[in-house]
């Protein structure tokens, strides 16, 4: 005899109890990755239907495109008892979305019912996981992120193993490592102004912006510092931008403070790369006339700006937000 599968308990899951109204089904349910998970035997136990019949529409689901297994179906190490025996085997699990799937065609009415219990349920798996561990972790990761970064600055510092724009780097970075202990602080979703900045007055005026480039261009040439390329404008990607960061969002500006246009300006500038050539340089430029339109104060010398743009043009995209909120802290938490 073979009982339902009970999933192993790993440190990257966990494993929940589901039972029916009516007490006629009682099932182990995997929590992982947001989801839940059954396998195809579970998943029979839970809409009362047979195996078989689970596994065809599985097929019929991923071969007609409404879902791609790849995304709703992962092998998971579970337990289970065959005969007297423990034994553990590895079992296709699938997601929330592929239960739900097999269950309006079998048996919709106790497929509406696990929705609701699977939804309430990782709800308040998320919920307390959050509450009780992202202080927690949070601060520890900023603990050790800090040690390992005074390390890593006395190391390369004192074996001469970086250049003066890489002491920028790490300078630039030291000087303001507390100011991601605020980072916290702040909501995800939606950055938070913090103490200290202004509100923002004007927008940057695209023919002022294009004069100061062009000058700019020409002070570089006049160096030999600047190629013909430097400066040519790609399509209308800066007039994007500059829009970008004067949108509005059911009337109001969606980036109120002048630190958070200036930061979101100079992101923008280096990453999406508007300019064929000199995008770094002409971002930094862009960010000290906002600054200067807007009479914020700054402290940030040419090399803490090279090490800021150097920081943006190597980050990950999905660190946009981390960046930002880095620049607009230095601007207003810390003054430049």
């Known amino acids: 005899m073979v009982h339902i599968e009970s999933p192993a308990f790993t440190p990257g899951g966990e494993v929940v109890v589901y039972e029916a109204s009516d007490g006629e089904v009682r099932v182990d349910v995997r929590l992982e990755q947001e989801t839940v998970w059954l396998t195809q035997r579970q998943m029979a136990e839970v809409l009362q239907t047979s195996v078989d019949n ?13 879902l791609e297994e790849s995304a709703t179906a992962e092998d998971f190490s579970t337990v289970r008892t065959e005969g007297k025996r423990q034994v553990r085997r590895v079992l296709k699990h699938y997601n929330l979305d592929a239960i739900i799937s097999v269950g309006y065609r079998v048996n919709s009415r106790r497929s509406v019912r ?8 990782l709800r308040e798996h998320l919920v307390r996981g959050f509450t009780l561990n992202e202080r927690r ?12 970064l005074d390390l890593l600055s006395r190391t390369l510092l004192n ?38 900045a202004k509100p923002s007055t004007s927008a940057l005026d695209h023919d002022r912006v294009v004069d100061a480039i062009t000058e700019f261009k020409r002070e570089l040439a006049a160096r030999g510092e600047a190629s ?13 931008i500059l829009g970008n960061i004067e949108q509005t969002m059911f ?31 002409i971002g930094s430029l862009l960010f000290l006339l906002y600054l200067n339109q807007e009479g914020v104060a700054h402290r940030l010398n040419p090399q803490a700006l090279t090490a800021l743009t150097l920081l943006i043009a190597e980050s990950a ?20």
């Open 54 to 66: 689970v596994s065809l529409h599985l097929r019929n689901i991923y071969s007609n495109g409404e």
């Open 114 to 121: 696990f929705r609701q219990w699977a939804t309430r349920t």
């Open 137 to 148: 972790l949070a601060e520890r990761g900023l603990r050790e992120a800090r040690e390992t």
């Open 159 to 196: 074996q001469v193993l970086v250049d003066e724009t890489g002491q920028a780097v790490l300078e630039l970075i030291g000087s303001y490592a507390d100011t991601w202990r605020l980072l916290l602080e702040y909501d995800e979703d939606r950055l938070a102004t913090p103490p200290g």
């Open 228 to 240: 013909s390329l430097f400066g040519n404008p790609r399509g209308d990607a800066l007039a994007a």
């Open 251 to 281: 009337g109001e500006p969606l980036y109120r403070s002048c630190e958070e246009k200036a930061a979101h300006l100079l992101y923008f500038i280096v990453k999406d790369h508007p300019f064929t050539d000199g995008n770094k340089r």
């Open 317 to 336: 995209s999905s660190g946009k937000d981390l960046m930002v909120r880095l620049i607009v802290n230095l601007l207003a938490v810390r003054g430049g």
